[in-house]
C-alpha cells in the first residue's frame, strides 16, 4: 500500500484547511502542516504564547529571540498579524474562536477522546503546556499521527488507556494510513491510501469503523 | 483574500434577527456605534435583547431603538440618567425588561463569554438586592456571588481604525466596551473612522486581534477635527 | 459651629490622599476632590471607564467627546497616563489596585454598611454603575457626604434601611460635620468641626459614637 | 514626584522573603527576566514557589535557583524539555513539588488573582488526570472544572520599555505572562531593556499601567542589533 509519509499527512490535513480558517498547529508533527499551506490563501496561524497571523521560520540570521513558537522555534509575522498577552491568547483559545486545531496523540478513542500529553508511565514527569487548552476550545480539533505506534499497536482504540487530554474533542483523525471523521455514528474512514482496502485497515484498528456514506480511497 | 470590510451601513447590520442578543459598546457617546445603531432600527429586527452600559440618551441611538419598540430586554448597569426618558416609560408601563448588572460585572460577564469561562466568582454586589437568589460562596475569607457569562449573537462596536483583516485599534476612552464585547460575538460588527492598508496597525498596539472581528464599515467621522490627534 | 460646605469637605478628604496614591472618585460630590489635591504631587486618578492619570476639565472649546470621565464630563489625561478597555479598568478596582475610592451615599452604617445607589422607593428605575466594583474592591473607600437629609435625619445610621451597595466596606466618612473611622471598636470621631460638641455630634447621629484616641476638633 | 526606578538589580529584588511566592515571566527565553532571577539568586531568598510556565533549562535562570535549593515548589505547564535536568532530578528526588498546570488555565488563574476573581468554572481539563479531585458542574450542556487564583507575593518580569510610573509596553513575543503575571503580585518588578520619559509611551500603547507595577530597573539589552525594531 501507498502509506502516507509524514509531510503527506500534513499536505492531506492542509487541504481541509480553508481560507480565512484561524489555526493553531500543536508542537511538533502537526507544526509542518504549515509548509503546505497554499502559498495564495490567507490563513491565520495562532501561536499560543501570543502572535496571529504567524509567518514562517525566517531566513538563517535574522533570527530574533523574541519572536518564536510554541516549539520555541524562530519565526515572523505576516503583514497584518498582532501580538497579546497570554491571557488573551488562550482566551481565543478557550472561548471557541478558533476555527481548527491540529494535534498529535498517543491515542484518539472510538469517541474523539484525545491522549496526547502524558503516556502515563511511572516517574515520568508530566508536562501538558496548551493541549488540554486546546483540545476544549477550538471548534473543530484534527488529530495528525502514525496509525500505529513502532511496536505495531494500533493508536485509534476503542477507549484510551493513556491519561485523557480532552473528552470527545476530536472531529477528524489523519494518519499515515487514512482519514477518519469522528461521529455520533462511530469512526468514519473518509479516505484510504492507494491499496489499502476497508478491511486491512479495519484490521490494522483497535476500534470499529465504519465507511462513510462518501468514502473512497484517495 | 480575506476582506471583512463591507462598504455600507445596510450591508454591516445585514442578517441581524429577531430575538437576537446584540452588545452595543460606548459608554455615555464616547464608543457609541451611533450609525449601527441607526442601521439597525432601519433594518427592522425586533424583540432584541441589549446589552450596554446605559438605557440610551435622550431620543437617538438606544432611545430610538427602544422607541420603535424593538428591544424586548435591556442588560446594562445605569439605566437611570437626566435624559433617559424613553426607556424610563417604556419600564414604567412594563414594556421592556430590565436586567441591571452591576459595571464591572458587566464587563466581566462578557468577557467571560469570550474567554470560554463557564461562571466565575465575584466579590461585587454581595449582600445586595443585586445579588438576590444568587448563587453565593466564602472563599479565602472573603465573600462571592457565581456569575454567568453574558454570550451574544452580534456586536455592535465603535473603533478608530480597522484593516480588512478586521484588526482594530481605539481612541481614547472610546475603547471602553469595544474590546471586550468583540470578543463575545457570534458576528462583530465594527464601525470604524478610517480603514487602513493591511500593516498600518503596528502590530504591537493592535488592541482587538481581527479574530474577533466580523465585519468592518467606514463612517465618516462626526468628530470634531481633533480626530486624529 | 462653622459647618463644611462642599468643597471644605472635598479639601478635607484630599489632605488624606498621599502621593503616589491609586484613586477613584466616585461621580457627584467626589469628583471634587480632584480640584483640592495639591498640585505638585503626583496622585493618580482612575476614571471607570477606561483612564488612568485622569487630569482636570479641558478649557472651554478644547473638549473631545473621546475622552469624558464615568460621569461624562470632558476630562484630560496628564502625561504618563493611559487609557485601556473596561474589563482591564474593573480587574483594577475589583482586584484590590485602587488605594482609595471616594463615593457619595444615602447612608453608612455603624459596621461601615454602604448605601449609595438606590433609595428603594416604589418604581424607582434603579442605576448602579461601578458603585458596587468600588465598594468591594478598592483598598480604603471613602465617604464623603452631608451629615443629614434635608429632612433632618442622620444619614449615618445603627443599620441602613435603604439597598446596600456593599457590606462593611466604607473606611472613614467625611461629613459636614466630622470626620470619622469605621472601626472594629465602632465609629470613632477623628474630628469634629469647630463648635461642635461630641455630644452635639452623637445628638445628631444616627449611630452609637466614640471618641477616637487622637480626636480633636478640626 | 513618584519615581518607580531603581538603580540596580540588588535594589530590585530587595525584600524578596523566605518562602514568598514568585511570579516569573517568560515563554522559554522570550521575556525571562534572566537578569532579575540572577539577582535573586543572589539574594538569598529560600523556600520560593516559583510560577513559571516552565521549570528551567540548562544551568541558568530558574534552572540555577533550583539547582540552590531555593525553590519548594513548582507551578508550571510545562517542566519536561530536552535541557530540564536539574529540574527533573530534584522532582525525582522529590526535592521539588510540582503542580502541574495546563497553560491557559495557568494564564487565567494568574490573571484571576489581578482582577479579584474568587473562582472559575473553566472547560480546560476536564476529565483528565489534572482535575482530579476538583469541584465540576455542568452548565448550560457543558463540563467545567473549578479553578483557584494564583496570587503571589512578587513578580519578575522583563519588558521593553518602561518609565517612572511604571508604564510598560513588550517586545513581539516576550510579552507572554509579563501582563497577567504583573497584575497578580502585591509587588512586581519589571526588567526593562529602556527606561524612558514620562510621556514618551503613547497613552494608546501602554500594555501595562503603572499601577500594576512597583518596581522598574533597567539591564542592558543582550538581544541582537535588531532590538528597537
Same mark, same amino acid.
Request: aromatic content about 6%; some cysteine; hydrophobic content about 45%.
Given at each position: 500500500?501507498?502509506?502516507? &509519509?509524514? &509531510?503527506?499527512?500534513?499536505?492531506?490535513?492542509?487541504?481541509? $484547511?480553508?481560507?480565512?480558517?484561524?489555526?493553531?498547529?500543536?508542537?511538533?508533527?502537526?507544526?509542518?502542516?504549515?509548509?503546505?499551506?497554499?502559498?495564495?490563501?490567507?490563513?491565520?496561524?495562532?501561536?499560543?504564547?501570543?502572535?496571529?497571523?504567524?509567518?514562517?521560520?525566517?531566513?538563517?540570521?535574522?533570527?530574533?529571540?523574541?519572536?518564536?513558537?510554541?516549539?520555541?522555534?524562530?519565526?515572523?509575522?505576516?503583514?497584518?498579524?498582532?501580538? %497579546?498577552?497570554?491571557?488573551?491568547? %488562550?482566551?481565543?483559545?478557550?472561548?471557541?474562536?478558533?476555527?481548527?486545531?491540529?494535534?498529535?496523540?498517543?491515542?484518539?478513542?472510538?469517541?474523539?477522546?484525545?491522549? &496526547?500529553?502524558?503516556?502515563?508511565?511511572?516517574?515520568?514527569?508530566?508536562?501538558?503546556?496548551?493541549?488540554?487548552?486546546?483540545?476544549?476550545?477550538?471548534?473543530?480539533? %484534527?488529530?495528525?499521527?502514525?496509525?500505529?505506534?513502532?511496536?505495531?499497536?494500533?493508536? $485509534?482504540?476503542?477507549?484510551?488507556?493513556?491519561?485523557?487530554?480532552?473528552?470527545?474533542?476530536?472531529?477528524?483523525?489523519?494518519?499515515?494510513?487514512?482519514?477518519?471523521?469522528?461521529?455520533?455514528?462511530?469512526?468514519?474512514?473518509?479516505?484510504?491510501?492507494?491499496?489499502?482496502?476497508?478491511?486491512?485497515?479495519?484490521?490494522?484498528?483497535?476500534?470499529?469503523?465504519?465507511?462513510?456514506?462518501?468514502?473512497?480511497?484517495? | 483574500?480575506?476582506? #471583512?470590510?463591507?462598504?455600507?451601513? !445596510?450591508?454591516?447590520?445585514?442578517?441581524? =434577527?429577531?430575538?437576537?442578543? /446584540?452588545?452595543?459598546?460606548?459608554?455615555?457617546?464616547? *464608543? +457609541?456605534?451611533?450609525?449601527?445603531? !441607526? *442601521?439597525?432600527?432601519? +433594518?427592522?429586527?425586533?424583540?432584541?435583547?441589549? /446589552?450596554?452600559?446605559?438605557?440610551?440618551?435622550?431620543?437617538?441611538?438606544?432611545?430610538?431603538?427602544? #422607541?420603535?419598540?424593538?428591544?424586548?430586554? /435591556? @442588560?446594562?448597569?445605569?439605566?437611570? +440618567?437626566?435624559?433617559?426618558?424613553?426607556?424610563?416609560?417604556?419600564?414604567?408601563?412594563?414594556?421592556?425588561?430590565? !436586567?441591571?448588572?452591576? +459595571? *464591572?460585572?458587566?464587563?466581566?460577564?462578557?468577557?467571560?463569554?469570550?474567554?470560554?469561562?463557564?461562571?466565575?466568582?465575584?466579590?461585587?454586589?454581595?449582600?445586595?438586592?443585586?445579588?438576590?437568589? #444568587?448563587?453565593?460562596?466564602?472563599?479565602?475569607?472573603? =465573600?462571592?456571588?457565581?456569575?454567568?457569562?453574558?454570550?451574544?449573537?452580534?456586536?455592535? @462596536?465603535?473603533?478608530?481604525?480597522?484593516?480588512?483583516? *478586521?484588526?482594530?485599534?481605539?481612541? #481614547?476612552?472610546?475603547?471602553?466596551?469595544?474590546?471586550?464585547?468583540?470578543?463575545?460575538?457570534?458576528?462583530?460588527?465594527?464601525?470604524?473612522?478610517?480603514?487602513?492598508?493591511?500593516?498600518?496597525?503596528?502590530?504591537?498596539?493592535?488592541?482587538?486581534?481581527?479574530?474577533?472581528? =466580523?465585519?468592518? /464599515?467606514?463612517?465618516?467621522?462626526?468628530?470634531?477635527?481633533?480626530?486624529?490627534?
Amino acid at each position: 500500500m501507498n502509506r502516507r &509519509n509524514r &509531510n503527506e499527512i500534513a499536505a492531506r490535513v492542509a487541504r481541509d $484547511i480553508p481560507e480565512g480558517s484561524y489555526v493553531n498547529l500543536g508542537i511538533g508533527l502537526p507544526t509542518l502542516v504549515g509548509n503546505h499551506l497554499p502559498p495564495g490563501l490567507e490563513i491565520f496561524l495562532h501561536s499560543e504564547n501570543g502572535i496571529l497571523g504567524m509567518g514562517p521560520a525566517p531566513a538563517s540570521g535574522a533570527e530574533d529571540p523574541d519572536l518564536i513558537n510554541a516549539g520555541k522555534q524562530p519565526v515572523t509575522l505576516l503583514t497584518g498579524g498582532c501580538y %497579546f498577552h497570554h491571557a488573551d491568547s %488562550f482566551a481565543m483559545m478557550r472561548g471557541g474562536h478558533l476555527d481548527i486545531c491540529v494535534l498529535g496523540a498517543y491515542q484518539v478513542s472510538a469517541t474523539g477522546d484525545l491522549a &496526547n500529553w502524558s503516556t502515563g508511565e511511572a516517574g515520568a514527569i508530566p508536562a501538558v503546556g496548551g493541549a488540554m487548552d486546546l483540545a476544549a476550545g477550538a471548534k473543530k480539533v %484534527f488529530v495528525m499521527m502514525e496509525h500505529l505506534t513502532k511496536a505495531g499497536e494500533s493508536k $485509534i482504540v476503542e477507549r484510551c488507556t493513556y491519561p485523557l487530554t480532552g473528552i470527545g474533542c476530536v472531529k477528524r483523525i489523519y494518519t499515515d494510513l487514512a482519514v477518519i471523521d469522528v461521529t455520533a455514528r462511530g469512526l468514519e474512514v473518509i479516505e484510504r491510501v492507494d491499496g489499502l482496502s476497508f478491511e486491512e485497515l479495519q484490521r490494522l484498528t483497535g476500534a470499529r469503523l465504519i465507511p462513510a456514506p462518501e468514502a473512497a480511497a484517495a | 483574500m480575506i476582506d #471583512k470590510t463591507v462598504a455600507g451601513i !445596510e450591508e454591516a447590520v445585514a442578517g441581524i =434577527h429577531d430575538g437576537a442578543t /446584540v452588545l452595543m459598546g460606548g459608554f455615555g457617546g464616547a *464608543g +457609541q456605534p451611533a450609525e449601527l445603531i !441607526e *442601521g439597525l432600527i432601519a +433594518q427592522g429586527a425586533k424583540n432584541l435583547t441589549i /446589552v450596554n452600559n446605559n438605557a440610551g440618551n435622550g431620543d437617538v441611538g438606544l432611545a430610538a431603538l427602544l #422607541k420603535a419598540r424593538r428591544v424586548r430586554k /435591556v @442588560i446594562c448597569s445605569f439605566p437611570r +440618567q437626566a435624559d433617559s426618558y424613553v426607556f424610563d416609560a417604556l419600564y414604567r408601563a412594563g414594556e421592556v425588561e430590565l !436586567e441591571l448588572v452591576p +459595571q *464591572g460585572n458587566l464587563a466581566e460577564r462578557i468577557r467571560a463569554a469570550g474567554a470560554g469561562i463557564g461562571a466565575f466568582f465575584t466579590p461585587t454586589a454581595y449582600g445586595t438586592p443585586l445579588a438576590e437568589g #444568587k448563587e453565593t460562596r466564602e472563599i479565602d475569607g472573603r =465573600h462571592y456571588v457565581l456569575e454567568y457569562p453574558i454570550r451574544a449573537d452580534f456586536a455592535l @462596536i465603535k473603533a478608530f481604525r480597522g484593516d480588512r483583516w *478586521g484588526n482594530l485599534v481605539f481612541r #481614547k476612552a472610546a475603547r471602553n466596551f469595544g474590546p471586550v464585547m468583540a470578543m463575545a460575538a457570534r458576528c462583530t460588527i465594527a464601525q470604524v473612522d478610517e480603514i487602513v492598508p493591511l500593516g498600518a496597525l503596528d502590530p504591537e498596539i493592535v488592541v482587538t486581534p481581527g479574530i474577533f472581528v =466580523h465585519r468592518v /464599515v467606514r463612517v465618516a467621522s462626526t468628530r470634531a477635527a481633533d480626530v486624529a490627534a
